[in-house]
C-alpha cells in the first residue's frame, strides 16, 4: 500500500540521507514507499532490521521460527538478557519499533522453505535480504525471488569469515543459483564452529548498504560479484559471477 509522502519531520529525522546528491528527497522517498523482506533475525538480521529500520525503509518483513538463547546475545545485537526464551520476530519488532516507530513491521514466526514461499508472501516485496543460515533455505529463497523477479540480497558468516552477493533477477541475469552450484550443505554451524561476533555485522552492514542502495534506484557494486571478508587478516576480494547455461533455476 502506497505510504503518504514524506513529512517535513520526516524530511529532517532523514536530513543525513537527503544531502548526499546520490539520494535526494528522492531516494529518500524510495526507500520510505519500499518493502523489504528479512529472512533471519539472528547475527547478519540483526544488523540488517536496524540499519534499515533507522534509515527509513517504510515497510519491513521478518521471518524467522526460533527463539532467543543465552549463546545468541554475544552477537544478536538486537536482544537482551530478558528477552531469552522470546520469540525472535517480536523482540526484534519491539526493538525496531523503538528505534523507529513510524516504520511498519510485520513477522512471521515459521520457517522459510518451498512451501512458504507463496506468491502472497512475495506481494508487494520490493527486495529480499537473506540472513538464513545454511544452503536449503538460501536455494528456496533464490527460486522464490527468481519467480517474482525480486532482487535478492545474499550473506553469510561463520568463524571471522563471510561474504555477500546481490542478484537483481533481471532477464538474462545471474542467480544465486550459478554461484551455490558450488558450495555444498555447512557441516558445522555456529555452535560447533564459532563465529566473531562483529563479522556478523560486518556482513549485515554490507547487506544493508546494498539493500538501500538497490532500493534507492542506486547501482549495486555486488550485482555481479561475490565479496569475501576475511576478518583475521581484514582483506576484502571480489570475484565476478558468471552465468552457468545449466542452471536449474534461471537457465530453464
Not at 52 to 73: K, P, Q
Not at 146 to 174: W, Y
Not at 232 to 238: D, G
Request: proline share 2%; hydrophobic share 40%; aromatic share 6%.
Amino acid at each position: 500500500m502506497q505510504k503518504a509522502p514524506l513529512t517535513y519531520q520526516q524530511q529532517l529525522r532523514y536530513s543525513r540521507h537527503i544531502m548526499l546528491p546520490q539520494l535526494d528527497i528522492d531516494g529518500q522517498e524510495k526507500l520510505w514507499q519500499s518493502h523489504a523482506l528479512i529472512v533471519g533475525v539472528g547475527g547478519l538480521g540483526c544488523a540488517v532490521s536496524q540499519y534499515l529500520a533507522a534509515s527509513g525503509v517504510g515497510t519491513l518483513t521478518l521471518i524467522d521460527n526460533d527463539e532467543i538463547d543465552m549463546t545468541n546475545l554475544q552477537r544478536q545485537i538486537l536482544y537482551k538478557e530478558s528477552d531469552i526464551g522470546s520469540s525472535k520476530c517480536s523482540a526484534a519488532k519491539k526493538q525496531l519499533n523503538a528505534l523507529n516507530s513510524e516504520i511498519d513491521i510485520n513477522t512471521i514466526e515459521a520457517f522459510f522453505d518451498v512451501n512458504t514461499s507463496t506468491e502472497q508472501l512475495f506481494n508487494n516485496i520490493d527486495i529480499v535480504i537473506d540472513c538464513s543460515d545454511n544452503l536449503a533455505t538460501r536455494n528456496a529463497l533464490n527460486s522464490a525471488c527468481f519467480k517474482a523477479k525480486v532482487p535478492l540480497v545474499s550473506g553469510s558468516a561463520i568463524r571471522m569469515e563471510g561474504q555477500v552477493a546481490c542478484f537483481t533477477m533481471d532477464e538474462n541475469s545471474h542467480c544465486y543459483g550459478c554461484l551455490s552450484q558450488f558450495f555444498s550443505e555447512q557441516t558445522q554451524s555456529c555452535s560447533e564452529s564459532g563465529v566473531l561476533s562483529p563479522i556478523v555485522g560486518l556482513i549485515g552492514s554490507i547487506q544493508a548498504t546494498e539493500a538501500l542502495k538497490i532500493l534507492a534506484g542506486l547501482p549495486s557494486g555486488l550485482s555481479e560479484h561475490l565479496l569475501l571478508v576475511d576478518g583475521l587478516s581484514m582483506e576484502f576480494n571480489r570475484f565476478k559471477i558468471a552465468k552457468n547455461s545449466q542452471c536449474a533455476v534461471c537457465s530453464i
